[in-house]
């Protein structure tokens, strides 16, 4: 099974497990001034295709290594808290059963843990239900 349909299935099983969740899709792009090519001109484009003129990067989403679902999962506090609730971040990084987290996704589980979040890998959403329910 590819990632993203095991990605989609632990989605659901956080919705349902009152988790919210989000995707976190992380890379890089181009940004600056499009202009959309009606016609070719010195350069060979196709109609259709789009220059970036004073092109620069856009890098997105949290960090390069962060988790493929970020999210809250709410915790009622004990006693000595008055009932409060909090939102404790959550970050599952999905792997297929082959799968491998890299070293700066193993770093970012690592200090979302240490920081008092969840974070680990996660093949299915029974791993999922494990490592947050």
């Avoid at 890089?28 to 990067?57: E, F, Y």
């Avoid at 491998?100 to 969840?118: L, P, V, Y």
């Amino acid at each position: 099974m590819k990632e993203q349909a095991i990605q989609n299935m632990i989605r659901v099983k956080l919705s349902e497990l009152g988790i919210i969740n989000f995707r976190n899709n992380t890379g890089m792009g181009w940004a600056g001034k499009a202009q959309k090519i009606r016609a070719t001109g010195n350069i060979l484009v196709q109609p259709g295709d789009v220059i970036v003129r004073n092109a620069r990067p856009l890098h997105a989403g949290l960090c390069e290594g962060s988790s493929d679902i970020i999210g809250v999962k709410t915790v009622v506090i004990t006693e000595d808290m008055i009932g409060q609730t909090v939102g404790i971040f959550v970050a599952p990084e999905v792997k297929t059963k082959k799968g491998k987290a890299s070293a700066k996704q193993e770093i970012f589980m690592d200090n979302i843990n240490k920081a008092g979040g969840i974070a680990g890998v996660v093949r299915s959403p029974e791993e999922a239900e494990e490592l947050l329910g």
